[in-house]
């Protein structure tokens, strides 16, 4: 287990945009674990390579602490509806801000093993895949958010 050093809003790194994932490799493994380990270190739903420095289109995802998903190289193939909530990134912690988006979500996605599957989601699962998707191009919510950005304390 490893808890690797969350990227925060301002770092260059979350503004890029990540590469495939070609291949699975043990290197590659080990990071997937270590992306896990973070984000339940840190209270968080969902995780993206460029979070922890990583330049490769992969997500870990868990929005009930039962149901881990590992998206390589996802591909949102629809969306429907609409959900406005609050919504926060552990790259910009203590904060959160109104966004809007789509309720529903299909996207397809490799496995750890690299076999394409297709996940589908409403709700929190939806916007924390749009989230974590949105990280493998360079965007954070807060490109997205309406209103002011907002203290987690000032509920
Ligand atoms: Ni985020």
Redesign the pocket.
């Known amino acids: 287990m490893a808890i690797r050093n969350i990227r925060e809003l301002g770092d260059e790194v979350l503004r890029k945009h990540c590469k495939p994932v070609k291949e699975m490799t043990p290197r590659l493994r080990g990071i997937i674990e270590d992306m896990f380990d973070t984000m339940y270190d840190a209270y968080g739903v969902?995780?993206?390579g460029p979070?922890v420095g990583i330049l490769k289109r992969v997500v870990v995802i868990d929005v009930d602490g039962e149901h881990p998903f590992v998206l390589i190289n996802p591909e949102i193939l629809e969306t429907d509806g609409s959900q406005t909530g609050s919504e926060g990134?552990?790259?910009?912690p203590g904060k959160h801000a109104v966004v809007t988006r789509p309720n529903y979500v299909k996207v397809k996605a490799q496995d750890i093993d690299m076999n394409w599957f297709e996940l589908e989601g409403t709700e929190l699962l939806a916007r924390a895949i749009q989230?974590?998707c949105d990280?493998l191009d360079g965007i954070?919510?807060v490109d997205k958010k309406e209103g002011p950005l907002l203290d987690n304390e000032e509920e």
């Open positions: 969902g995780l993206a979070q990134c552990l790259s910009v989230h974590e990280h954070l919510y």
